[in-house]
């Protein structure tokens, strides 16, 4: 989720209901260089906690020294290890997902980290279910990790390989935490209420995490917890609600300042606005508009065209079309 979980992303989740917050993975190694642009990744606001800030690395005790670092900046209420990641620019620096194919070297990172850190912060860490189909190994390393002193474990429900294809196995999901005498926390193919509620009720996981399904519907927070109060889904956010959203979404970034000017930070949003329209009627067509748009002013302009377009055609006068 780098490039995803921002400050401004992260906030609108915690509104929406989200009940804990990781921040986008930071090297280690650009903490301990005190690179500003770095740093920037671990920004939070109070109103989001609780927070962790999450951490990779191969380097038990760099790893540790940037934890140390982030706890007397930011004072997070946790500290977070991704040994899942699958990109192939840290797995090729043995971070990320790279370390479940060497558990040793997994738990001296672990291990440095926790004792590192000490009583000031808990620390915890995310996983894979292996490194391939023939290398699944997320009991032995969600047990290694508890021996290390990591308090709780998510498990992503793919291997490496797989990268985002194919089902998350929840069956390995709940084996990790039936093994385990810490919480194990559940992530993989969460789209609704439904699937919260199946997957909390079919497994021993003590959580659920939602990643890429936010992305496109940041409501899924609020509406699964509806639907573990009333066992009914909610009625779908309506399109004004979604526009509203998405320029604020914009606004903010702006204002944060983390992207540059304007126009640099609308480009960098643009792969956001592509999630945030999937499955509207028109898709492709308002897809390729977006895919240019340089201001805020423009994505104001579209959004009212399509408003306006979408309430016609909803009397039957509109020149839209699902796509």
Known sequence: MAGITDRVFRSICKELGADVMVTEFVSSEGIIRRDDRTRKYTEFDDAQRPVGVQLFGADGHRMAE???????????DFIDLNFGCPVNKVVSKNGGSSLL??????????????????????????IRIGWDSNMINAVEVTGILEDCGISAVSVHGRTRS????????????????????????GNGDIHC??????RKTQTAVQGVMIGRAAMQNPWIFRDAKHYLET????????????????????????????????????????????????????????????????????????AGEYLNHHSKAASGDGKYVAA
């Open 66 to 76: 940037a934890a140390k670092k982030v706890i007397d900046w930011k004072q997070p």
């Open 101 to 126: 194919r060497n558990c040793p070297a997994l738990a001296e990172v672990a291990s440095a980290v926790v004792a590192g850190v000490g009583d000031q912060v808990p620390v915890t860490g995310k």
């Open 162 to 185: 797989q990268g985002y294809s194919g089902e998350a196995d929840w069956s390995i999901i709940d084996a990790c935490a039936r093994s385990a005498n810490i919480p194990v926390v």
């Open 193 to 198: 209420g439904l699937d919260v509620e199946q």
């Open 231 to 302: 066992g009914q889904h909610p009625e779908p956010v309506s399109n004004t609600e979604r526009w509203k959203l998405i320029t604020r979404h914009c606004r903010e970034a702006i204002a944060w300042g983390r992207y540059g000017n304007e126009c640099r930070t609308m480009m960098a949003m643009r792969s956001r606005l592509m999630a945030y329209t999937k499955g509207l009627p028109a898709g492709k067509r308002l897809r390729a508009a977006l895919c240019r748009v340089e201001s805020l002013g423009e994505l104001e302009d579209i």
